[in-house]
T-cell receptor, first 112, second 112 residues
Framework: DTGVSQDPRHKITKRGQNVTFRCDPISEHNRLYWYRQTLGQGPEFLTYFQNEAQLEKSRLLSDRFSAERPKGSFSTLEIQRTEQGDSAMYLC??????????FGEGSRLTVL | AQSVAQPEDQVNVAEGNPLTVKCTYSVSGNPYLFWYVQYPNRGLQFLLKYITGDNLVKGSYGFEAEFNKSQTSFHLKKPSALVSDSALYFCAHMDSNYQLIWGAGTKLIIKP
């Protein structure tokens, strides 16, 4: 499968713990995005990479959230000191053409 | 604020009938508009986009969308609905930073 893959698909954690999600984009795609989606809502932009450079980060994003894309390949999204409000589906997408995003199936986070 | 709106939370259509999923935009300048679909337990998939040119845009799975500047709309259409078209549909526009701003989504239910 040459699509976008995300791991883990589902993470259950206790409040205050740190979690990390991984995204492997389509190999030739230089753009990589992270979004958050809650039930009944559209995706909410979190951050964007072009190659290894993080070019944009949502102003709504708490400093507990950090993302990396070393060497312009896979990316990780870490959430420190998780809160119940962080419970959501975390989506990764990659693209070659601006606006035409290929999404993974998401990583669902449940914070107890 | 620049945005897109999907006025219907849910649309119900009988199989074989034409379907329309509505989207209106509030964007200054020339809007870049997109439709994505999210099937159950699947990642979001790009359907079609309007950047410039013909107002009628054709996309994947037999869908098309009509850009109407006077009505500031970009409705998604299909002449004959299939049960397999049942999914969540998102309209989005691209902002000046080339990021997608998403609508809240419309659940499309096609009944046999």
């Amino acid at each position: 499968d040459t699509g976008v893959s995300q791991d883990p698909r589902h993470k259950i954690t206790k409040r205050g713990q740190n979690v990390t999600f991984r995204c492997d984009p389509i190999s030739e795609h230089n753009r990589l995005y992270w979004y958050r989606q809650t039930l009944g809502q559209g995706p909410e932009f979190l951050t964007y990479f072009q190659n290894e450079a993080q070019l944009e980060k949502s102003r709504l994003l708490s400093d507990r959230f950090s993302a990396e894309r070393p060497k312009g390949s896979f990316s990780t999204l870490e959430i420190q000191r998780t809160e119940q409000g962080d419970s959501a589906m975390y989506l990764c997408a990659s693209s070659l053409v601006v606006g035409e995003l290929f999404f993974g199936e998401g990583s669902r986070l449940t914070v107890l | 604020a620049q945005s897109v709106a999907q006025p219907e939370d849910q649309v119900n259509v009988a199989e074989g009938n034409p379907l329309t999923v509505k989207c209106t935009y509030s964007v200054s300048g020339n809007p870049y508009l997109f439709w994505y679909v999210q099937y159950p337990n699947r990642g979001l998939q790009f359907l079609l986009k309007y950047i410039t040119g013909d107002n009628l845009v054709k996309g994947s799975y037999g869908f098309e969308a009509e850009f109407n500047k006077s009505q500031t709309s970009f409705h998604l259409k299909k002449p004959s609905a299939l049960v397999s078209d049942s999914a969540l549909y998102f309209c989005a526009h691209m902002d000046s930073n080339y990021q997608l701003i998403w609508g809240a989504g419309t659940k499309l239910i096609i009944k046999p």
